[in-house]
């Protein structure tokens, strides 16, 4: 089984035909932007049953003919119409393509820019407690307020340069995931800093843990760039970006054209991020919400083409605060502009 808890909403896995692969679905979800601000949202959410979904993807490579072989591949060999794998426990298998799903820490893919991904970090634990004080027909999906570190100086003051948040999944009133996350950064944020940050808002909730069945590190690399194009490997995956840049979730599919320029945007979205303090943060996300519904649903899930996303982007700043458009004309200008050179440079080199 997979060891890391994985939420998505509920309708994305519906129209996968894996909705039978959620283990609980809240039927609304919840995002605190500060003590003063709330937006709830009429759309289900679900916790993705580990198990269940391993043994559907199996079943599918069972049916399908796919066999398995459990080695460590070593070194990956080309030659003009076949490629093989060398595996430490001596077997070698050839194929015409090679695909190289094994994760952002790949050493057999080529790279022709650095790989100045953002990271995301986050520490959880699935847990039995006394109690808690979140609605248990709501999904917990952000919480940017800060109040539970008021006599804590040195973390509020670390917190309002590098914020997290908290995202919960409340299973009923003494069973719960809880999950302290920075969004995005570079560098990583402590995780020692991240825990201690956790303690002080359950500290503050009130909540007392009777005893941790699950805890959790998770680490996910953003944006980046793509592999180099062509070379002799496929990759699929974390090798490949296929992360959302600005909140970590996964893509299906592989980078054609027509998509990789919305990556562009959408790493576009990631550094600018990048550059928010905790106010920036709530700015940014107040005027986000703010949006058609269709919009920041689009973003979320990747499926806006170019030319929604720049209708999304022209949105989004009318209807951000002044100070929230004081963000995005100091902050983004530099990143605008990196994002419109890449995305002119991609079209020349991919339409060759």
């Known amino acids: 089984m997979w060891p890391n808890n994985y939420g998505v909403w509920a309708d994305e896995f ?15 979800a919840s995002i605190f932007i500060d003590d003063e601000k709330t937006k709830y949202f009429d759309r289900a959410y679900g916790r993705v049953n580990r198990k269940g979904l391993k043994l559907k993807f ?18 990956v060999n080309h030659e003009e119409f076949e490629s093989s794998i060398v595996c430490d426990d001596g077997t070698m298998l050839k194929a015409s393509l090679i695909v190289d799903a094994s994760g952002y820490t790949t050493n057999f893919l080529e790279y022709d820019k650095p790989r100045n991904n953002g990271l995301q970090i986050a520490h959880d634990i699935l847990a039995e407690v006394d109690s808690h004080p979140f609605d248990l027909d709501k999904m917990h999906l952000m919480d940017w307020r800060d109040s539970h570190l008021s006599n804590e100086p040195d973390l509020r003051a670390s917190n309002s340069k590098l914020p997290t948040f908290l995202y919960a999944m409340p299973f009923d009133s003494n069973f719960v995931f809880l999950e302290e996350t920075a969004l995005v950064n570079r560098p990583i944020l402590s995780y020692t800093e991240l825990k201690n940050r956790m303690v002080a808002r359950l500290r503050h909730l009130g909540i007392q843990v009777r005893s941790v069945i699950e805890d959790e590190k998770c ?19 974390g090798n490949s970006g296929l992360v959302h840049p600005a909140n970590g979730i996964p893509w299906l599919g592989h980078w ?30 107040d005027a986000f919400f703010k949006i058609d519904a269709y919009y920041y649903r689009g973003f979320m899930s990747s499926n806006l083409s170019i030319r929604e996303l720049f209708v999304m982007g022209i949105s989004l700043f009318w209807r951000a605060s002044n100070d929230a458009k004081m963000d995005m004309a100091t902050k983004s200008s530099t990143n605008m502009a990196r994002m419109m050179g890449n995305m002119a440079l991609e079209a020349i080199v991919r339409l060759k």
């Open 58 to 75: 199996l079943s599918h490579c069972a049916s399908n003919g796919v066999k398995f072989n459990k080695a460590k591949a070593l070194k």
């Open 256 to 285: 054609r054209l027509p998509l990789s320029l919305p990556r562009e945007f959408y790493n576009f979205g990631m550094e600018t991020l990048l550059q928010l303090d905790l106010d920036g943060i709530r700015r940014f996300f």
């Open 219 to 237: 680490v996910i690399p953003m944006g980046g760039p793509l592999p180099k194009i062509p070379q002799s490997l496929m990759a699929i995956g």
């Open 14 to 28: 519906e129209s996968l035909g894996l909705y039978d692969c959620l283990d609980k679905i809240w039927p609304m």
